[in-house]
């Protein structure tokens, strides 16, 4: 949700950055001759969503502990998505980073999901070879039965102590 929340506020950044550049157009300011649908659509919209974005991300941290907060989450998922599109065609460039942090919590577990398969396995196996020396079998049985070495079994063993 940090992540989130520092995204949408570099958003806010970049809707300036892109506004003061001339790439859209911000809520206030009179459309010229010259601007795009594109420009309004984003200057209109952007700025707005990352705000929204904002709260949310706050709201979502504050209520991390409730139970029903299923609709929240799916319109933050949804409106999160938008945000980052509209930001990527409206400030261009200038929204990459804040666009990866919005959607740092989606994504990111996804991208390391072979890591935390492997790190949920390792603290498997751990605890079942802490189950398995508190039964007093012998470290040769244990290291056969959990395929670890020595060395991993003398660290947890050291880990029991402390």
Known sequence: MYAQALGALLGLIACLYGYVHGDILLIGKAPFETTSALELFCGYTLYPLCILIFLLSIILHLLKYQENIKSLQSANKYLTHI????GLLGCKYY???PGLLILYKFYMPVLFEADYKNREEQLKKQSE???LLNK???KHTIVKLLDISYEEL???ELEMKF
Not at 83 to 86: G, L, R, S, W
């Open 136 to 138: 007093n079998f012998s």
């Open 154 to 156: 003398e660290k947890i």
């Open 83 to 86: 945000t980052v599109v509209i």
């Open 129 to 131: 070879a802490q189950n």
């Open 95 to 97: 929204f990459i980073i």
